[in-house]
């Protein structure tokens, strides 16, 4: 990495992130196309940039392979080839690997080109830009791509902005991704019920289903431990994520908003140890199945293998993937609680949530981001990346997106998680989201608040053997507590837990968070 490497910060996201990952290989070789490797017929200075020498890029992306992404690369790299002189291979980061395979990308000092970036991955934004890790494209913009920097707004920008500099390029897409539980509208009626807004209806709902139905209400794995603290976080009063420990973990919060430099573990609160005693009630209940620690299908798939009334997922999620449960269970209709909601603390999604960055070892960072210029602001460009080829991985219809007549997942399907390129002025309604996605937004933007740690890059680097000891008190015991399978009374196992966070470090860590928030000042 030039010389800087982000070691120490890695050694905490790598042990953090351990508990809820595996580790393997998905590398993917470059698209084999004739046409996309020849030479251009005339040489270009586009920008101010040389672009006589051809540019093969390396954009690494968070997902598996789609079976016809070489196909739609190839499309791709004939228009990079013709305009750009350039050509990118996309490489795969696969679901289950992005919490160890992300930070070794930048740690190892490979050289690539371009990647998604955001606050909240497993190596944040900020702390990527602050350890030398991305490139500064301040002052390329202009040189390069101006329409790209015409294109989002400043506000945006100022988002993106590490000690006055910019080091990625934000989506412009429009978004909220706030956790809540998706579940079976056919068998609320059923029961008599109109909607579920509170933890009291979702208990009414999932007694229901205890009692009525073949399947539990919830049908996991261990990953939902996280999000059964993301419910006890997000109803309890005005407490919001706070940074320090992985959002993969049981992380630190703060008391609200306007209080956002005093931070604290929730263990340590009788709200959290009400918690833990109803998670158990929940489990014994049978809201999930008893081998849930072991499980290997998640919610979602157990779902739409009507082998569970609901999943616990974020709002964009359950938005996107309505069509495709709706086809496993056409009955099922599915709505969402969002726990958020009623506490008012839906959080904007900013512009640097999803960003594409280029990486201090490219060998052609100008070319990187002319590229990127090409898929935000060149609707054919960006059809493409987002959508694939038009008649073999979608048709328009009445300006709707839709499979094409005879299409088969298995054999044409394709598509790349280029979240970070996106642009609201492209999007074209698909008929497999939820149509309620416009109206929903719509509401939420009338009352979301701002996250008050937008660019703030925690420094781990004098805490990094406490927050490993966390990491493995959150792997023996907190992912039990989340899940009611301690093998102790839940009110012993909280007074454990607590004790071993002491003894982990938690208040070392959490002074060290207050030490640097000290001077910080919210980028919103």
């Known amino acids: 990495m030039k010389g800087k490497k982000i070691a120490s910060s890695l050694i905490a996201v790598l042990m953090l ?103 909240g991955a497993p190596v944040s934004y900020f702390t990527l830009a602050s350890e030398g890790a991305l490139v500064d494209i301040t002052e390329m913009l202009d040189k390069v791509a101006p329409k790209l920097k015409a294109e989002i707004p400043d506000s945006a920008w100022q ?61 996991g794995k261990a ?22 420990i992985s959002l993969n973990e049981l992380n630190l919060v703060t008391k609200s908003p306007e209080d956002y430099k005093t931070v604290f573990h929730p263990a340590f609160t009788q709200e959290f140890e009400d918690w833990a005693v109803k998670m158990r009630e929940w489990a014994d209940k049978g809201y999930w199945s008893k081998d849930v620690l072991s499980a290997t299908l998640g919610g979602k798939d157990n779902f739409r293998a009507a082998n569970s009334a609901g999943y616990l997922t974020h709002a964009q999620d359950w938005i996107g993937q309505y069509g495709a ?16 909601e009623a506490n008012k603390k839906i959080k904007r999604k900013m512009g640097v949530d999803n960003s594409t960055v280029i990486s201090t070892n490219s060998a052609n960072p100008e070319r990187a981001l002319m590229v990127i210029e090409k898929f935000m602001t060149d609707e054919s460009y960006y059809n493409l990346i987002q959508y694939g080829i038009e008649g073999k991985q979608y048709v328009i219809e009445n300006g709707i997106k839709k499979f094409p007549a005879g299409y088969n997942e298995k ?15 492209f999007v074209i309604p698909s008929d497999t989201e939820n149509p309620i996605r416009n109206s929903l937004f719509a509401e939420w933007d009338k009352v979301a608040i701002d996250d008050p740690y937008n660019g703030f890059s925690f ?27 301690t093998s102790k009374d839940p009110k012993e196992a909280v007074a454990e837990y607590r004790d071993q966070l002491k ?21 919103n």
């Not at 004739?34 to 051809?54: C, I, M, Q, R, Y």
Request: glycine share 8%; proline share 5%; hydrophobic share 35%.
């Open 325 to 340: 449960d709706m086809k496993a269970q056409p009955e099922s209709d599915p709505y969402f609680f969002t726990f958020a």
């Open 223 to 244: 990953e939902d431990a996280a999000n059964m603290f993301r419910m006890l976080v997000d109803t309890t009063g005005m407490w919001l994520n706070a940074p320090g």
């Open 459 to 485: 420094d781990p680097s004098n805490v990094t053997t406490e927050i490993a000891s966390i990491s493995n008190v959150n792997s023996q015991l907190g992912i039990q507590l989340m899940l009611g399978k």
């Open 159 to 219: 988002n993106t902005k590490y000690k006055g500099k910019i080091y990625g390029v934000p989506s412009l897409y429009s978004e909220y991704t706030p956790y809540g539980y998706a579940y079976r509208s056919d068998l609320l009626k059923k029961y008599g019920m109109d909607k579920i807004t509170s933890i009291a209806d979702m208990e009414k709902y999932m007694d229901n289903v205890v009692a009525n139905e073949s399947y539990p209400p919830i049908n």
């Open 503 to 523: 003894k982990a470090g938690i208040d070392k860590v959490i002074a060290e968070v207050e030490k640097q928030l000290a001077e910080f000042v919210p980028v």
């Open 17 to 119: 992130s351990g508990v809820l990952s595996a580790c393997s290989s998905n590398n993917n070789e470059p698209a084999n196309d004739a046409e996309a490797t020849k030479a251009p017929e005339t040489s270009a200075n586009t920008g101010g940039v040389d672009t006589s020498k051809e540019a093969k890029l390396t954009y690494y992306l968070w997902g598996s392979e789609g079976v016809q992404n070489k196909a739609i690369l190839g499309e791709i790299n004939k228009k990079l080839k013709a305009d750009l002189n350039a050509t990118i291979e996309v490489k795969y980061i696969d679901w289950p690997d992005i919490a160890t395979k992300y930070p070794l990308l930048f740690a190892s000092g490979e050289a690539f080109d371009m990647s998604h970036a955001s606050p």
């Open 411 to 425: 054999t044409d399907g394709g598509g790349f998680a280029a979240w970070s390129l996106r642009n609201d002025k």
